[in-house]
């Protein structure tokens, strides 16, 4: 499995061909995530960091709260399969009920998983960000070019979203690239929370693309207060960072952003 595959193109500039270029994309394939043999999500990912991506899963799930209570995450290959399935171990498989997860949920690279339409039944997992980090604007003025610089896979294809973990004074700390923004997330968190690194409540995430209320809901459970996007956020996406207590940027660009909720830890120039 790789996460660029090689393809050949027909070239056309001005109206005239070029003829055939060789030209790569960024692959796309099913991962089935099972926890203690059962299967829970079958996602359209980006080959690479599926340990991370199923720990960040269950986590912003709620299937899991803890790295104490992951065993151990194996990848399962079948005869004649591809091992495009990773199966999570539990330190206590008795306390995980597979009837309460009985839906097959399939999850594009484009969407994540529908049907979360209820903020309160979030937010009754875990209370408000009550996070007092706050950081200067010119931090996050200067998070995009880091975040381009850093994507080699995205300058190849141009076919990959990127969520990036930085420092409050703007070193980036960790990377993730997929055909799914959902997945980058995961991934991102999911590396973090197998480290013990959770609540990331000192860390900025930068999205490369829009933000969506799936997006600051998994944020919101790796503990991170500030969100910032290179994209526009949806209505329930500020909804859910209002009531989350959720710092979330949009639209940054250059030496412009909007700032739609938590602008106390957004700290400006002084004139």
Known sequence: MADISPIE???????????????????????????????IAIVMRTPGSDRELAAGFLLS??????????????TCVAPG???????????????????????????????????KTSIAAVLKRRRPLKNPLAVPASVLFALPQRLLRAQSNFRRTGGLHACALFTSDG??????????????????????????????????????????????????????AIIAAIGAPSSLAVEFARES???????????????????????AKQK
């Not at 207590?245 to 700290?267: E, P, S």
């Open 81 to 115: 399969d591809s091992g495009n399935a990773v199966d999570v171990g539990l330190a206590n498989p008795r306390a995980f009920d597979p009837e309460k997860f009985t839906r097959h949920v399939f999850t594009s690279s484009s969407c994540g998983i529908c049907g």
């Open 171 to 224: 070193d980036m700390l960790s990377l993730c690239e997929d055909v799914g923004r959902h997945n980058a997330l995961d991934k991102l968190i999911g590396r973090e929370f197998l480290e013990k690194r959770t609540p990331l409540s000192s860390r900025i995430v930068l999205l490369s693309g829009r933000s969506s209320f799936e997006m600051l809901q998994k944020a919101y459970t790796g503990g991170i």
């Open 245 to 267: 207590g959720q710092t979330l940027v949009g639209f940054l660009r250059g030496k412009t952003m909007n700032v739609y909720t938590g602008a106390h830890r957004i700290l």
């Open 61 to 74: 799930e709620g299937i899991v709260k803890s790295a104490r209570e992951i065993f151990d995450i194996t």
């Open 9 to 39: 193109v027909v070239r056309y500039e001005d109206g005239r061909c070029l003829g055939e270029r060789d030209d790569v994309l960024a692959s796309e394939e099913p991962l089935e995530i099972r926890v203690e043999g059962h299967s």
